[in-house]
C-alpha cells in the first residue's frame, strides 16, 4: 500500500485498483477450481455434474460479475478512506466469499464450519502473499491476465475437439443404403398417456397424436421401464433393462454398451440429438454415444449467470432476484448457503429444440438418411405452454392440471411443426417417426405431485405412436401390454436394419399387423432407492420394482407387496395383494422381478 504521506488522490486509485483487481482475481481463481473439478469428475470419474460444456468460458463470467459486485460496497469505501489496509480486506473478504460458495454443494459441511475453513485460508493467504508491494497491483493485473487467457485456451480447444469429432464422425460414415428411411424418435419428457386425447382423454391436448394414429399405429398399452428419465433414457438407446445399466442419480450411460444412435451410424446414417431436458440427458449423462452432434444446454445470459456456482446458492439466487427490502430479508433470514441439484435454470423451450432439429435436418445432403432424437421439456415442471394455448386450458379438475394440459398440447403442436415442414419438405412419407414419452407424471393421485420415487400406473403408462406409410399399417391400435425398453429394435427392424447382436429387446413390428402375436419384454420397471428423498416416498429405504401382467400390476416396495387390476381399478386404489384369488398372479410377479432385478452391470 502507498504510504500515509502520498497524495490523497494516488492513495485512492491505488486503493480502487487493488479492491478491483483482488475481485477480478479471486473470482477467476474460484472459476478454475470449480471448472477444474467438475470436469474431472465428468471425465475422469463418469460422475454427472449437472452443468453446460460452455461452463469453461462461462464460469469465468459468472464469478467475475459475483465477486465485483462484492467489490463495489468496499471499492466505495476505499475511495473515502484510502488509506485503510484495503488489500488485507479485499483479499480476505473475497476469499471467505469464494470459499463458501465452492463449499455450499457439500449440503454435509455445516455452514459455520464453511466459514472456520474460508477464513482460515484467507488469513494464511494474507500473510504469505506480498499485498504490501507497490507493485502488488501488478501482480494482481498480470495473474488476472493469465486467468484469461488459460480459460480462453481452454475454451477454444473444448470448441475445436467438439467441432473435430462431428467432423470425424461425417468423414467415417461408411456409405448407405438409398432406399433406406430417416428415423426421428420424438420423446415427450414427463407426459403421461392418461391426458392425451390420443389416447381418449376428455380434452383436445394432442391433435396432431390423434392424426398420427389415424396415419400410423398406437400401442395402447405402452410402459416405461423407470418413473425418470436417465434410466428410461437409457434404455430405449440400448434396449436394456435399468438394472443392467449402470446409470443412475451419480453417473450416466456406461461405456462399452451398444446404443440406437450408433446402430444407425454403422448403417452410413447422420446422427443428431436436441434435447430440452438438460440436467438428464445432458452430454454428461453419456446418452450421447453414437451422435454426430448434440445439443442440450442453451447459450443465454442467464445460464452463463448460473454458470457459476455463486449464484447457484440458493441464497445467492434470491438476493439477486430480490425486488424489495422484503425479499432480501426473507433471503438472508437463514444462515445456510443450499445449492440446488437442478442446474438448468434457463430452459430450452420446445420451440427451439424444433429450430434446432429442423436448421440441421434442412442443411443435410439428400443422399444419405438420417436418425434424429428429440426431447421436449415444457411439460415437465415449471411447465411451459404460450399464452394462447394456456387460455384453452382453463376450469378443468384443477389448476394444476390445466397448466400440465396445455404443456401437453404446446408440444404437441411441436410436433406438428416438425411434421409440417418435413412434409414441405416431401421426405415425411419416406420418414419413421416414434413418439414416446420418458415417464409419467402424479397430479395429486396417491397423494403425490411429481415422478421418480414411485412406480403407480400414472408414472408409466406412457403413449407410444409409430408412423411410416408403406411399412406401419395405418389406424392400427396394439393391446397388448408392451415395453419401452422394445423401441429401439423395433426402430431398427421397421427401417430394414439387422438388430446387433449386443442390442437388448425385441421387435414389436410384428404387433401391427392384425391376428400377429409375438413374444415381447417383460413389462418390467425399477425405480432407484431415493437420494436424499423425504420419509413419505415409497424408495427411501430402497429399489421399486414393477411388473405388468396382462391386466394385473404388481408392485414390490421395500416394505409390502401392491397388486391391482388395472382393468377395473385403474386409480389403483384396491391392492389385491391379500386375495388368496390373486395368488398365483402374484407369485408369477414374483418370479418376473426376481429373474431381472439381479441383472445388475
Not at 398399452?221 to 434404455?235: D, E, F, G, Q
Not at 440429438?273 to 440427458?281: E, P, R, S
Not at 439477486?320 to 434457463?346: C, G, H, K, M
Request: charged share 20%; aromatic share 10%.
Amino acid at each position: 500500500m502507498l504510504t500515509s504521506g502520498a497524495d490523497p488522490q494516488a492513495s485512492r486509485l491505488h486503493a480502487l485498483r487493488v479492491v478491483l483487481l483482488s475481485a477480478v482475481v479471486l473470482g477467476l481463481c474460484g472459476a478454475a477450481i470449480q471448472v477444474s473439478v467438475q470436469m474431472a469428475r465428468a471425465l475422469l470419474l463418469d460422475r454427472l455434474v449437472f452443468t453446460s460444456r460452455d461452463v469453461i468460458w462461462m464460469a469465468p463470467i459468472s464469478w467475475t460479475l459475483f465477486t465485483l459486485a462484492i467489490a463495489l460496497p468496499i471499492a466505495a469505501a476505499a475511495l473515502l478512506l484510502p488509506h485503510v489496509r484495503w488489500d488485507v480486506i479485499a483479499l480476505v473478504t473475497f476469499t471467505i466469499a469464494a470459499g463458501l460458495i465452492l463449499l455450499s454443494p457439500f449440503g454435509a459441511i455445516a455452514t459455520w464450519a464453511s466459514m472456520l475453513v474460508s477464513t482460515g485460508i484467507a488469513v494464511q493467504l494474507a500473510r504469505m502473499l506480498p499485498t504490501q508491494s507497490p507493485r502488488w497491483p501488478i501482480h494482481l493485473q498480470r495473474t488476472a491476465a493469465g486467468l484469461v487467457v488459460a480459460f480462453g485456451v481452454a475454451s477454444l480447444i473444448g470448441v475445436a475437439t467438439r467441432q473435430l469429432g462431428e467432423r470425424r464422425a461425417i468423414a467415417g460414415l461408411p456409405a448407405a443404403d438409398a432406399a433406406a428411411p430417416n428415423v426421428i424418435l420424438v420423446v415427450f419428457d414427463v407426459v403421461r398417456a392418461a391426458n392425451l386425447s390420443a389416447y381418449g382423454y376428455g380434452r383436445p391436448t394432442t391433435p396432431v397424436l390423434e392424426r398420427m394414429g389415424r396415419e400410423g399405429a398406437t400401442f395402447e398399452r405402452a410402459y416405461s421401464v423407470a418413473p425418470w428419465t436417465l434410466p428410461s433414457h437409457a434404455s430405449m438407446f440400448t434396449g436394456r433393462f435399468p438394472t443392467e445399466l449402470a446409470a443412475n442419480y451419480r453417473r450416466g450411460l456406461e461405456a462399452g454398451v451398444p446404443t440406437l444412435a450408433e446402430s444407425f451410424q454403422q448403417r452410413g446414417y447422420r446422427t443428431a440429438g436436441f434435447t430440452g431436458n438438460a440436467v438428464y440427458t445432458g452430454w454428461d449423462a453419456k446418452l450421447s454415444r453414437g451422435f454426430e452432434r448434440w445439443s442440450d444446454y442453451v447459450r443465454t445470459a442467464r445460464q452463463v449467470q448460473y454458470g457459476g456456482l455463486p449464484w447457484q446458492a440458493s441464497k445467492v439466487s434470491d438476493l439477486s432476484e430480490a425486488r424489495s427490502l422484503r425479499d432480501a430479508w426473507v433471503a438472508l433470514r437463514y444462515i445456510p448457503l443450499q445449492s440446488p441439484t437442478n442446474l438448468s435454470f434457463d430452459l430450452k423451450r420446445g420451440t427451439t429444440v424444433s429450430d434446432e432439429f429442423l436448421a440441421w435436418q434442412r442443411a443435410l445432403p439428400r443422399d444419405r438418411p438420417f436418425f434424429a432424437f428429440l426431447n421436449y421439456y415444457d411439460a415437465h415442471r415449471p411447465r411451459f405452454a404460450p399464452p394462447e394455448i394456456s387460455a384453452r386450458f382453463t376450469g378443468g379438475k384443477s389448476p394444476a392440471f390445466d397448466r400440465y394440459d396445455a404443456a401437453v398440447a404446446f408440444v404437441d403442436q411441436q410436433l406438428g411443426r416438425v411434421m409440417d415442414s418435413l412434409q414441405a419438405q416431401g421426405v415425411l412419407d419416406r420418414t419413421i417417426i416414434a413418439v414416446v414419452s420418458d415417464h409419467g407424471e402424479l397430479l395429486g393421485e396417491h397423494e403425490f405431485v411429481g415422478h421418480s420415487n414411485m412406480v403407480y400406473r400414472d408414472l408409466l403408462w406412457v403413449p407410444f405412436l409409430l408412423r411410416y406409410p408403406g411399412r406401419v399399417p395405418a389406424g392400427v391400435r396394439v393391446s397388448t401390454a408392451v415395453s419401452l425398453r422394445d423401441v429401439g429394435a423395433t426402430l431398427i427392424d421397421v427401417s430394414r436394419g439387422q438388430l446387433p447382436a449386443e442390442f437388448g429387446g425385441t421387435s414389436l413390428a410384428p404387433l401391427m399387423t392384425d391376428g400377429v402375436k409375438v413374444p415381447v419384454s417383460p413389462v418390467f420397471a425399477y425405480a432407484h432407492q431415493g437420494a436424499n428423498v423425504a420419509d413419505r416416498f415409497p424408495n427411501k429405504t430402497g429399489p421399486l420394482f414393477s411388473i405388468v401382467l396382462d391386466s394385473l400390476h404388481y408392485i414390490r416396495h421395500p416394505k409390502e407387496e401392491l397388486l391391482f387390476n388395472l382393468r377395473t381399478d385403474s386409480a389403483e386404489a384396491n391392492n389385491l395383494a391379500a386375495d388368496p384369488r390373486f395368488a398365483a398372479s402374484l407369485a408369477k410377479g414374483r418370479r418376473l422381478v426376481d429373474s431381472i432385478a439381479p441383472r445388475r452391470p
